[in-house]
């Protein structure tokens, strides 16, 4: 059965309520297409915002449940006209239809609620029950994974974790929210608020040990370029919780991504197990659901949501993403000042740091498109070389930061290592190749002088092999043990949350870690003029 909805939006007139189909299933009549975008409820926190902004003469027509907003060009409607349009950098309003020629509707919000139920009542039906059998039949499909919900306090998570809750009849299924430490203040009270409605659902939070603001002086802010948040406070933290939850037969995660949400999402299957975190299977009940259609259940089913949607937020993440639009931003700094002010404070500061030229421009906007290191520490990112004279074939190597006693351990997944001396003052060790056991390199490390003297002795793939070996070594330097290669370890060999440690026993050297870009060496990496 397919789950699509229809990407325009239509209007009943006689009900007065937008429709997901093009008929009215309260009154038969057919629905007029208003727009190409989808359309979303605007709450009364936001449209007292609006009556700051706006001409008197429309405050008549603002009434919750009355107007709706296409977010992709913030366009508000009421009764199916558009009649007002902001520009999101400055919340400038312009008048797109004459107030006047529209009558105010006076209904009770009750009233409302029901007719928008009943005139959408069968395509809602629908949506529904396929997306309650798409969670049944993948349960049935994954047998031995555990399942469970990826709740992030959004509106799209509260719908896919009432689904599966549905559509199983119990509401003992595991619920996990990937705590970032910098989402919303709504979304921290909604989540409490959740679990106290919810009292049998089993909640896990994961959360980074890592500091936001101390990694980002370290490596820079995160930018719509260098986006290593995510990897670092999101999945990593969760991919090491979902190891210790089901480390041998995996987890089966329902997630609530939406191909509307982004241009990249568009493309997502309904069901994926290539993604960041291993032995995961995600499963996107309403991925192919429209904001409306969210909109719809959510209110249909009068359940409880994050009031940050009520403010104006089209969506709820991370206080400090770099992917906010204007809007969100203005709406930041209009209901979490504080919040606002602390993080202009610090990206002012950062600026002065790296030595911009125009801090100000920087923290307003300038950030959000960072697409390199300059002014950091970007010398980590660099790897002193000189040729060794003892031999053709062999390169020392000086290390400029990172702890050198961590060497053989960065350098394991490229191959199985044989030791050869240790004491205080040195390391020596050979790398083997993992089918054949011929030596690829021999590795000597001073503790004393940090330097890696690494002499190649493979002919064939050597450019390839000593690539790789500097490519750790750069990833020595820069270690901010994130976790993020961890993350991409299928046999857990690898430990890096606050500290750096390969199992040489599990290792089959894979190279998955070493192919993964790290992203602290991205963000560090000095680009540009």
């Known amino acids: 059965m397919s789950q699509k909805t229809v990407k325009r939006t239509f209007w009943c007139d006689t009900c007065h309520v937008p429709l997901m189909g093009d008929t009215c299933h309260a009154c038969g009549s057919a629905g007029r297409d208003i727009c190409s975008a989808t359309l979303v409820p605007v709450f009364s926190p936001e449209l007292r915002y609006l009556k700051k902004q706006v001409d008197s003469s429309l405050h008549p027509l603002l009434k919750e449940g009355e107007i709706w907003i296409s977010p992709g060009n913030c366009t508000y409607f009421c009764q199916g006209i558009p009649v007002l349009k902001l520009v999101a950098g400055n919340?400038?309003?312009?008048?797109?239809?004459?107030?006047?020629?529209?009558?105010?509707?006076?209904?009770?919000?009750?009233?409302?609620?029901?007719?928008?139920?009943?005139?959408?009542?069968?395509?809602?039906?629908?949506?529904?029950?396929?997306?309650?059998?798409?969670?049944?039949?993948?349960?049935?499909?994954?047998?031995?994974?555990?399942?469970?919900?990826?709740?992030?306090?959004?509106?799209?998570?509260?719908?896919?974790?009432?689904?599966?809750?549905?559509?199983?009849?119990?509401?003992?299924?595991?619920?996990?929210?990937?705590?970032?430490?910098?989402?919303?203040?709504?979304?921290?009270?909604?989540?409490?608020?959740?679990?106290?409605?919810?009292?049998?659902?089993?909640?896990?939070?994961?959360?980074?040990?890592?500091?936001?603001?101390?990694?980002?002086?370290?490596?820079?802010?995160?930018?719509?370029?260098?986006?290593?948040?995510?990897?670092?406070?999101?999945?990593?933290?969760?991919?090491?919780?979902?190891?210790?939850?089901?480390?041998?037969?995996?987890?089966?995660?329902?997630?609530?991504?939406?191909?509307?949400?982004?241009?990249?999402?568009?493309?997502?299957?309904?069901?994926s197990d290539k993604h960041k975190i291993a032995r995961e299977i995600l499963a996107s009940p309403i991925i192919e659901w429209s904001d409306f259609a969210v909109w719809l259940y959510l209110l249909a089913h009068e359940l409880t949501f994050n009031q940050a949607y009520k403010y104006g937020f089209r969506r709820v993440g991370?206080?400090?993403?770099?992917?906010?639009?204007?809007?969100?931003?203005?709406?930041?700094?209009?209901?979490?000042?504080?919040?606002?002010?602390?993080?202009?404070?610090?990206?002012?500061?950062?600026?002065?740091?790296?030595?911009?030229?125009?801090?100000?421009?920087?923290?307003?906007?300038?950030?959000?498109?960072?697409?390199?290191?300059?002014?950091?520490?970007?010398?980590?990112?660099?790897?002193?070389?000189?040729?060794?004279?003892?031999?053709?074939?062999?390169?020392?190597?000086?290390?400029?930061?990172?702890?050198?006693?961590?060497?053989?351990?960065?350098?394991?997944?490229?191959?199985?290592?044989?030791?050869?001396?240790?004491?205080?003052?040195?390391?020596?060790f050979l790398i083997h190749d993992l089918k054949t056991n011929a030596i690829l390199a021999s590795v000597e490390v001073g503790f004393e002088d940090h330097a890696v003297r690494v002499n190649y002795l493979l002919k064939k793939w050597r450019r390839l092999f000593q690539q790789r070996i500097e490519k750790q070594l750069k990833k020595l330097q820069v270690c901010i043990f994130c976790g993020a290669c961890a993350a991409k370890c299928k046999t857990k060999a690898l430990e890096a949350d606050g500290h750096f440690i390969i199992d040489h026993d599990k290792c089959k050297s894979c190279l998955a870690c070493v192919k993964h870009r790290c992203p602290a060496l991205d963000s560090l990496i000095k680009k540009g003029k």
């Not at 290191?373 to 040729?387: A, F, I, M, Q, S």
């Open 91 to 271: 919340g400038k309003a312009t008048i797109l239809n004459p107030p006047e020629q529209i009558r105010p509707l006076h209904r009770s919000k009750k009233k409302w609620l029901h007719t928008l139920k009943k005139a959408n009542k069968g395509v809602m039906e629908h949506l529904q029950y396929e997306a309650e059998d798409f969670i049944r039949s993948t349960i049935a499909s994954f047998k031995g994974k555990t399942a469970m919900v990826s709740f992030s306090g959004g509106k799209d998570s509260t719908v896919v974790s009432h689904l599966v809750m549905s559509a199983l009849g119990r509401s003992d299924v595991l619920h996990i929210f990937a705590d970032t430490s910098i989402e919303f203040p709504d979304t921290y009270q909604y989540i409490k608020e959740f679990q106290r409605r919810h009292p049998l659902t089993p909640f896990i939070r994961s959360r980074s040990k890592l500091d936001f603001f101390k990694t980002a002086r370290q490596i820079g802010p995160p930018s719509r370029i260098l986006r290593w948040c995510c990897t670092t406070h999101k999945t990593n933290p969760l991919s090491g919780l979902i190891d210790s939850m089901s480390p041998e037969k995996g987890v089966l995660t329902f997630d609530g991504v939406r191909k509307a949400e982004s241009t990249r999402r568009s493309s997502y299957p309904r069901i």
């Open 318 to 428: 991370c206080l400090y993403c770099p992917f906010n639009s204007d809007w969100s931003q203005n709406m930041i700094k209009y209901h979490y000042p504080a919040k606002g002010k602390k993080w202009q404070r610090f990206l002012k500061d950062q600026a002065v740091r790296m030595n911009h030229p125009n801090p100000e421009n920087f923290a307003d906007q300038g950030w959000r498109a960072r697409a390199g290191g300059r002014g950091l520490d970007h010398y980590k990112t660099v790897l002193e070389t000189t040729p060794c004279i003892l031999s053709d074939n062999a390169v020392m190597y000086q290390l400029v930061n990172g702890s050198i006693r961590l060497v053989h351990h960065f350098l394991r997944p490229l191959g199985p290592q044989s030791m050869v001396s240790k004491d205080d003052f040195s390391l020596v």
